[in-house]
Nanobody
Framework: QGQWVESGGESVQDGRSLRLSCVGS????????VGWFRQTPGKQREGIAA????????YVNDDIKGRFTISRDRAKNTLNLQMNNLKPEDTAMYYC??????????????????????WGQGTQVTVSS
């Protein structure tokens, strides 16, 4: 496990919102790519959104971009993920991670996040219909 500590996950009904947070180090925000990922049992971990050290943001696809917002609070060394209009398929363990980069590979409006290496322990989000 890495240096990130995630929080904010809980069980909610579909259509509701949640705000996840993870606390890291000032060094990570100033020097690395930071991102949110999620994983369900039996599936590979998938990227959601990432931010580079200059604050540039990329989302993996338009559906995520339309419902989720990644942001950071520099004063608190915190990376946030605001999730709106949650769906049952958003049920997963959500993780923060960081990496020296490159941060992403984007083609035709969709982005893939590279294999980040420094992970938190995760926070569980469960969305019921």
């Amino acid at each position: 496990q890495g240096q990130w500590v995630e929080s904010g996950g809980e069980s909610v009904q579909d259509g509701r919102s949640l705000r996840l947070s993870c606390v890291g180090s000032e060094l990570s925000f100033n020097s690395f790519c930071v991102g949110w990922f999620r994983q369900t049992p039996g599936k590979q971990r998938e990227g959601i959104a990432a931010m580079n050290k200059n604050g540039l943001i990329r989302y993996v696809n338009d559906d995520i971009k339309g419902r989720f917002t990644i942001s950071r609070d520099r004063a608190k060394n915190t990376l946030n993920l605001q999730m709106n209009n949650l769906k049952p398929e958003d049920t997963a363990m959500y993780y923060c991670a960081s990496d020296p980069g490159p941060c992403w590979d984007c083609k035709n409006g969709n982005c893939s996040l590279y294999n980040y290496k420094d992970w938190g322990q995760g926070t569980q989000v469960t969305v019921s219909s």
